[in-house]
């Protein structure tokens, strides 16, 4: 099967804008993000998210609950040689740990970075009944970001939503949501916080692997304009993309290989080979299926490193053994790590 990318591409390889004036430091910050086979994990379900999840498992969705959830994910043994950060929310940012230390503090203590989500969630684009969505965040971003370099963080995230359907994503809600992310990542670059790039191409539906990947290539090839344009340096920035897969309703699932055949070879006609690194979310696949995909993505190969910054992939198993036990926080830690484990390579 072939993959046709059914749009003009950001011309990787050629230069990006000069303006930025992201640092040695930013440069190295990105890349240690990324290599030696260590993710990240993304644990910023926003508050209203987070309670949803809870009380899935039955457990009541007050504020400590959220963050004895959090403590239990970022507390388990050797999670530092497996993964580099932890993406957080500005409510747990700002929490303790039992022991009373700040999250940020402990994550630097156990040798993880913390990063901050800093877009504020998706309006509809052009009404409610619209179905397309844009993300915000950029207002009062610059002091907020200041803020968070000053309590530990040491990079951020914003995620945009993009749906596949009849004229979908329409060119309106790519430029919109392309224009934003390009803006968020050079305030942050400018801040001292390594930006995260998510442009996510939601899986709902019956669909081809095919429909998915000239969705994801309009969305990057978007996207990488747009970076250019706002003088964004691609080696300070780690971009969050979904894998291109078939829809989550298919009944015939793409394989693993025809995954990574698709998706690396958009990500290629689409992106600069400078960029720090690949980090994808795992878009609501079960774990096995997201593992099985990244190490077929991993095989096929990039410019770049090619990791994870799942979300539900590794969490989801560990908020169910927990599911609100004070007695099995182990339990939770242990699931957690079995799911990191799944996606670090072998040394
Ligand atoms: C963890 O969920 C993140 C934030 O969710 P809300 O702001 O909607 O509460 C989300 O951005 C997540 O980081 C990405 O979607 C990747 O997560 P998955 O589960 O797709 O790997």
Redesign the pocket.
Known sequence: MSTTIATSPARPGSPARPGSPATTDLRATAASLVTGGRGIL?????P???SRRLEGVGVEPTEEHRRAYRELLVTGEGLAGRISGV?L?DETLRQQLADGRPFPRALADAGLQAGI?V?T?TTALDGPDDGETLTEGLDGLAERVAEYVALGATFA?W?AVLHLGAGRPSVRALDANAEALARYARVCQDGGLVPIV?P?VLSAGGHRLEVCAAGTARTLATLGRALDAAGVDPAAMVL?P?MVTSGEGSRQPADPYEVARATVDTLRATMRPELAGVA?????QSSET?AANLAAIRRRGGPWPLTF???????SPALAAWAGDPGRVDAGRSALRREVDRNVPAA
């Open positions: 993304a644990a910023d379900e926003s209203g998210t987070m993406i929310c989500k877009d969630g995230k995620r998510e996510e969050k979904n994808f979310l795992s878009g609501g997201a910054s799942f979300g539900r992939a590794l969490v």
